[in-house]
């Protein structure tokens, strides 16, 4: 029941988000991702593994809003990182995660953990 | 009433001064397991604390009845009603999968600060700094354990501590004693280095809990866990002398709360390297199989393990051409050889009462054989030891958690049989022995040690060890450390002259040699500041050494023979230690230190500097990490000043020594590159490629009168370049 009221929820969010174009910056381009990031371990789960991701410069996700801000040099392109994303087991945007990824996924990070509406706030 | 009792010295604390919440506990994960670098923050302010390896904190609330806030990275976040007086335990649900990596940069290091010891912490984060090989690098990029080298034909590294030999460590592994009767010397080599997960790195007398021994301070290794479950590590490694590694660690998860830890090493250096070209090699050729493997039951109410540790080293050293399995007895050259293999079962278990966290019964044991072969030239040595060891800890509170105390039994039974040329040693000792540690913690400024304990060794008698230890938070973050204690040991007179075996000097024992005795008093001031937004760190230390009895290596008077004895007349070690610590940013990170050693001794009738201990020391240690340590470089310099070489006068005129040595400066350094599969790293120790020159003295005349190899001050064999990799799956 929950579980149908969150997925409605984020579907409507989803709807009425547009994806953003990534902006040309003084060292690279920077791009905003809407992800399914719940708490400080997702934060750091893609923050982590986007470290290690060609091209990427750095990555900082807002867990409130789940908005991932990405600055990376043209060795790489905004929909690589998106499925990169998909792959640690996020959507990112409209691109759907990976459901092994996200079935592996610590329970903390995955979908109802921390109520339906009280995202995880960091302390 | 009670408490009127503890009228100790000046001090004079009851709890009713203080009327603000102390909130004291520990934060452990699902299975119990304390969690080190937790935080605990009142919340909604920066007010709170930092978890010890034991899990344990303690602050001070700003206002009375707020909530508390515990939290660790990749773990979920608790907050809770914050109860004064109580001891709280806070369990943390752990996410395995984040269990590897979160040591934030700049935290490599640090200082225990609810330890009322002169504690400092190294986690793995700073071990992996120093990739190579074993125990006796891991303490590289830390100032307060020096590393020092042996003679010029075994290769062994042995550790100095208040500038003392480390025969005054006493090293524990997950407290139980280890590298000491006939491993002293060579045992830091059979600690490989990926097993570390931790040293706590203890200066001054150690707890009365652990023994007598701890003289001058306490190393307590920690390896890798079994409850870290279905993790596997595997690490391969090699250098340009030709030296090559291989380590794996696996821990998984068995049924029923039983979980299991599989770590195997094995190393091979078969070449023969000869830089100085004295047709002696530098560092002998070496071999090694290591594997431990240990089982852990976290129940409720019973945490148990238990454990299995066996270990095979070869080594062949020499005169070039001399090989492993070459008889040093009838080889035309001069061989070095020895051959040590170790067997060990150890275990542990706990009972826990679960609604009582403060109250508990351990139980520690450890079985161990221990069979040496060595060759010297012509010399043979074999050796056999046969340890047991348990230790019966009960502690609890006395009525409420102000007053703890520990208390038990422990029993040693340690059997030695020495076989030297053609004279036999054998010594079996035997000592039962009680403990009784009471600690008063009245606030969170103040915490004051006193333990006792009795010990009833049927050769030596009955030795009485106090020790004392006091901390006290003079100002917010600055922690004034004092201690004092008795320490003792007996010595192994053949093993500890390992390095004087390569030589041609007689052994001489002029008379029945008795336990070492000293006392050791000293303290610390520490202080962690936030300097223009920096995190600055300074630690000054002092302690001073004082033998009544001490085994006296004679080497000044003869230089044909080592001459044994025991103290008559002063023996002391005066050790200051400055040391400053700043976190530039969050990747770069710059300390540096200075040390100072007096160190003085009577040998024969004459108190005189110790020799190979350099008065004056300089560290300076950069490291660079980026954003989940992607990149790390680590940069170390050290600076000896000169040391006193023994006594060569009376041999020919061109076998004669200078009586110092020069200083020197030694650097090691290494990058690494992350991946998400592991990292790849490349180092370099020694880069400046110091060497002493001519370690040996009449090289050409290996059995002839004045041949001595002991006579080592400085790395021998120059600079060394390694790379390695490491591969990491994790569940």
Known sequence: MRLSILFIALFGMLSAYSQSEPIKTADGFEVKILTSAVCEMCKYTIEKDLAFEKGVKSSDLDVDSKILTVVYSKRTDADKLRKRISEIGYHADEVNRVKKAYDALPTCCQDGAHGSDMPHKPQ | MKKLIFIIGLFYFSPNLYSQTVVRGIIVDVNDEPLLGATILELNTQNGAVTDTNGRFQFTLQNI??????????????????????????????????????????????????????????????????????????????????????????????????????????????????????????????IPGTWLQSIDVGKGSGSVVNGYESMTGQLNIEFIKPETGGNLLVNGYANSFGRTELNTNITFDLKNKWSSAVLFHANLFANEIDNNNDGFMDIPKGRQLNFLNRYKYNGERIKSQIGIHLMHDDKAGGQLGFDFDDNFKTSTQYGFSNSTTRLELFGKTGVLFPEKPYQGIGFIYSGSYTDINAGFGRNAYQGTEKTFYLNAIYQNIIGNTYHQYKTGVSFLLDDFDETYIDSTFQRQEIVPGLFYEYSYLPSTKFTLVAGLRADFHNIYGTFFTPRIHMKYEVAKNTFLRLAAGKGRRVGNPLVENTNVLVSNRKFNVLEDLKPEQSWNIGGSLNSELQLSGKKVNFIGDYFYTNFQNQLIYDMDQDANQLIIYNLDGQSFAHSLQLEAKVQLNEAFGIKGAYKYYNVKTTINNQLMPVPYISRDRFFLNASYASNYDKWEADATLQWYGSKRLPNTQNNPEKFQLSTKTPDFVLVNAQISRGFRWGNIYLGSENLLNFKQANPIIDAENPFGNNFDASFVWAPVAGRVVYAGLKYKIQK
């Open chain 2, 65 to 190: 009845n707020s909530s508390i806030v515990a939290s660790y990275t990749g773990f979920l976040s608790d907050t809770l009603e914050a109860r004064s007086n109580t001891h709280l335990t806070i369990t943390l649900k752990e996410d395995s999968k984040a269990l590897e990596g979160v040591v934030v940069s700049g935290s490599a290091t640090f200082m225990d600060n609810l330890e009322p010891k002169h504690v400092e912490i190294i986690t793995s984060s700073e071990l992996s700094k120093a990739a190579c090989c074993n125990l006796s690098e891991s303490f590289e990029t830390n100032a307060s354990v020096d590393i020092s080298y042996t003679d010029a034909v075994s290769g062994a590294k042995s550790i100095q501590m208040l500038g003392l030999d480390g025969r005054y460590v006493q090293i524990n592994r997950e407290n139980i004693p280890v590298i000491r009767g006939l491993t002293q010397r060579y045992g830091l080599g059979y």
